[in-house]
């Protein structure tokens, strides 16, 4: 079965979210740092609500930036698996789960903010349960997988072809 170090990403969903990580890091990180300082220049701390909403937005704020950096660093961007019949991030399945038929992208949930124009295609990831369990077999097998509420599920893969856009 193939491993995948980092996740799969469209360019479009790469840029959008570098874009976000420039601003985060930058412009945003700034002006909550100016005003952590404005409110800190009000005097008592311990009562200043200004103060701990500015540093809860700057911890959120950082763990975004965290994220972000790691999820950039590692993705595999635009290139679409080879239309060979094997389930791997960058490819929209058709399976019968649990006696239902069901169509989704394997890759990142990132992904799926770009996913507009009429498609209504939801995005499992790789390392979902689901993910990790189709996740280098081929069109025509059945496998299953205990899900997170314990319950074993069979997925039959019916159909597995490179996204595009």
């Known amino acids: 079965?193939?491993?995948?170090?980092?996740?799969?990403?469209?360019?479009?969903?790469?840029?959008?979210?570098k874009k976000e990580l420039d601003h985060l890091a930058g412009p945003y990180r700034q002006e909550i740092v100016?005003?952590?300082?404005?409110?800190?220049?009000?005097?008592?701390?311990?009562?200043?609500g200004?103060?701990?909403?500015?540093?809860e937005e700057q911890g959120k704020n950082e763990g975004r930036i965290q994220q972000l950096t790691q999820l950039l660093e590692?993705?595999?961007?635009?290139?679409?698996p080879a239309d060979d019949?094997?389930?791997?991030?960058?490819?929209?399945?058709?399976?019968e789960i649990a006696g239902d038929?069901?169509?989704f992208l394997?890759?990142?949930r990132e992904v799926a903010e770009d996913l507009t124009g009429g498609e209504d295609l939801e995005v499992f990831s790789?390392?979902?349960?689901?993910?990790a369990a189709i996740n280098g077999h081929k069109v025509g097998e059945t496998v299953s997988y205990t899900a997170p509420n314990g319950k074993d599920i069979t997925v039959k893969l019916l159909k597995a072809k490179p996204f595009s856009r």
């Open 1 to 17: 079965m193939p491993t995948q170090e980092g996740a799969w990403l469209t360019q479009e969903a790469y840029d959008r979210l």
């Open 34 to 48: 100016d005003r952590i300082e404005q409110a800190r220049s009000e005097g008592d701390l311990k009562e200043n």
């Open 50 to 55: 200004g103060y701990h909403a500015a540093r």
């Open 74 to 80: 590692n993705a595999q961007v635009g290139e679409a």
């Open 85 to 95: 019949g094997v389930i791997e991030a960058g490819m929209v399945v058709t399976a």
């Open 101 to 103: 038929e069901m169509t």
């Open 106 to 108: 394997m890759g990142s």
């Open 126 to 131: 790789e390392r979902s349960p689901m993910g």
